[in-house]
């Protein structure tokens, strides 16, 4: 069994930042992917950011040059530093983690049940 925990939403001024993390347990050995997506109100789920064993990484143009996603495999968490946050990035950001093929997910993936960024002044 797999759990996520996602931790460090909140509210934040435009232009302000936060830190997302997210914790996971079980049995996560085999499981080199990890991506943070968010779903606004009345929007589909949409991917954020997702990094690979070995660092590879990917973003959504939206959030290129503001956010960083990282891991620290020893303490098994995610962590998504979002910088210059904008209205439009209001959003519940949610964590997966999973097997990753460089392009796609594959196999069983696992979802936090989110936490919620809200960017307003």
């Known amino acids: 069994q797999v759990q996520l925990a996602e931790s460090g939403g909140g509210l934040v001024q435009p232009g302000g930042s936060l830190r997302l993390s997210c914790a996971a347990s079980?049995?996560?050995?085999?499981?080199?992917?990890m991506g943070w997506y968010r779903q606004a109100p009345g929007k589909e789920r949409e991917l954020v950011a997702v990094?690979?064993?070995?660092?590879?990484?990917n973003y959504a143009d939206s959030v290129k040059g503001r956010f960083t996603i990282s891991r620290d495999n020893a303490k098994n968490t995610g962590y998504l530093e979002m910088n210059s946050l904008k209205p439009e990035d209001t959003a519940v950001y949610y964590c997966?983690?999973?097997?990753?093929?460089?392009?796609?997910?594959?196999?069983?993936?696992?979802w936090g049940k989110g936490t919620l960024v809200t960017v307003s002044s």
């Open positions: 997966r983690l999973g097997m990753h093929n460089d392009n796609n997910w594959y196999g069983v993936t696992y």
């Open positions: 079980g049995n996560i050995f085999s499981m080199n992917g």
């Open positions: 990094i690979i064993h070995g660092g590879r990484t």
